[in-house]
């Protein structure tokens, strides 16, 4: 049915929707109330739909970006939360160590990311600065032979649990910004303190405070060479957009299936509520929604496997579009169920929540068109 996937990926999917139907929706609520899903993230690695992206020798079954954008959407359609975590650790982290790593981090920490066994948090946003990460304020300083850094991130997600951060830090002159930004693999230790931070949505995902206390680490420790944290985090997040609209689509699709069952049982003035043909209208116009942001989201996906020079345009596109679906369906979606979405019986009721913090991480949305507006401009058909 899509161009842009073949018959591995409907395996893939068949899978992932398997994988959720057992063991995500019967937990989604669960995890919707502050449980954090490490038995569920393991579970993935074990079936290898964590990264899906990662090769054999690193513990996954080697397969491609757009298999694990389909695992992400089809976690998100039950828990948005899940779908978050999963995909930082896929899009993000487990790309990184594979692509910037040294052969020690790679050894070390790759199989198990891949395989779950271990959760590796992504630190870039401080108190100081979200859109404007790379004025960030968090210091790593040569003393002796190691690094020592200090410094507070803020929103980190899995940041409560993770065994391990991925830390941007300065390691030069403020004024030169982007240019002296480097990663460390920082390991959870004394010197690592974290609060939780309470969010409105995609609750169960760790999110915290992460303040680092004069951590020591080595130059094995640095992913993406001295100075090399720009490039990397571009890339990130170019990959972690696209998961974002995978993210969305799912949210959308798992509201308006709700929603339409609901539609279906309702009765008013002596009809199943469906029958009004306003609702029919606002059921089929967020399918057609979910239909073009599919193809928008797996044409980034395989641009990023192709190596195709569009894949950044795209990827603001699918993070923009995938996100204001889902705010707009779940809107919908409430409204089809009337009180009963609005209250927390209904799955909707979390989804709603859920749907908002796609417009805000991985870049709000308005820095997302600051990027998307200087990309259109040059990719002009
Ligand atoms: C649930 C959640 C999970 C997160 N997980 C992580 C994580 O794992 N790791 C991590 O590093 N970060 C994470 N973040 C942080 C997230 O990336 C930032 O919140 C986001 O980049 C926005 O930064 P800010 O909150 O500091 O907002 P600010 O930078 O203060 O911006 C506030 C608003 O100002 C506007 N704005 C800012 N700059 C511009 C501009 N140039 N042009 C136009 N408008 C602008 C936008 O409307 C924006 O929403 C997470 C956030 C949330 C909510």
Redesign the pocket.
């Known amino acids: 049915m899509y161009p842009q996937l073949d018959e591995v990926h409907n395996l893939v999917r068949k899978t992932a929707r398997d994988f959720v139907e057992r063991k995500v929706e019967p937990n989604a609520r669960r995890i919707d109330q502050g449980w954090y899903p490490r038995e569920l993230l393991r579970e993935m690695g074990e079936l290898g739909l964590l990264a899906p992206h990662a090769p054999p020798e690193y513990g996954g079954p080697g397969l491609d970006f757009r298999s694990l954008v389909l695992v992400v959407e089809e976690v998100a359609r039950s828990s948005p939360a899940l779908a978050?975590v999963a995909e930082?650790q896929g899009s993000m982290v487990v790309h990184n160590l594979m692509h910037y790593a040294g052969r020690e981090l790679r050894e070390r920490w790759l199989q198990p990311a891949v395989r779950g066994e271990k959760i590796i948090?992504?630190?870039?946003?401080e108190p100081c600065?979200?859109?404007?990460?790379f004025s960030l304020e968090t210091k790593a300083e040569r003393v002796g032979g190691s690094w020592v850094i200090n410094g507070t991130?803020?929103?980190?997600?899995?940041?409560m649990y993770a065994d391990a951060f991925l830390v941007?830090a300065r390691t030069g002159s403020p004024k030169e910004k982007h240019k002296t930004v480097t990663l460390f693999l920082v390991e959870r230790g004394k010197c690592v303190e974290t609060n939780p931070v309470t969010?409105m949505?995609?609750r169960g995902?760790g999110?915290a405070e992460v303040k680092l206390h004069g951590c020591e680490v080595g130059d094995e420790a640095i992913v993406g060479g001295l100075n090399g944290g720009f490039k990397v985090v571009l890339d990130d997040l170019n990959n972690g957009r696209t998961c974002v609209g995978a993210i969305g689509l799912g949210i959308a699709q798992g509201a308006i299936k709700e929603a339409e069952a609901y539609a279906r049982r309702r009765t008013a003035f002596g009809t199943a509520i469906i029958n009004f043909q306003v609702l029919q209208h606002y059921v089929a116009s967020i399918k057609a929604q979910i239909e073009a942001v599919r193809g928008v989201v797996y044409t980034a996906a395989y641009y990023r496997d192709k190596n195709v020079e569009f894949f950044p345009l795209y990827a603001q596109i699918a993070k923009y579009l995938g996100s204001r679906l889902a705010v707009d369906a779940t809107r919908i979606a409430m409204q089809i169920m009337g009180g009963f979405g609005y209250s927390t019986d209904s799955k909707v009721e979390m989804l709603y929540r859920d749907a908002k913090?796609t417009e805000?991480?991985?870049?709000?949305?308005?820095?997302v068109?600051?990027a998307l507006f200087k990309l259109a401009e040059k990719y002009e058909a």
């Open positions: 978050t930082v948090a992504f630190a870039l946003s600065c979200g859109s404007d990460a991130k803020l929103w980190i997600t899995s940041g941007a969010v949505g995609v995902t999110t913090a805000i991480y991985e870049g709000a949305n308005e820095v068109l600051n």
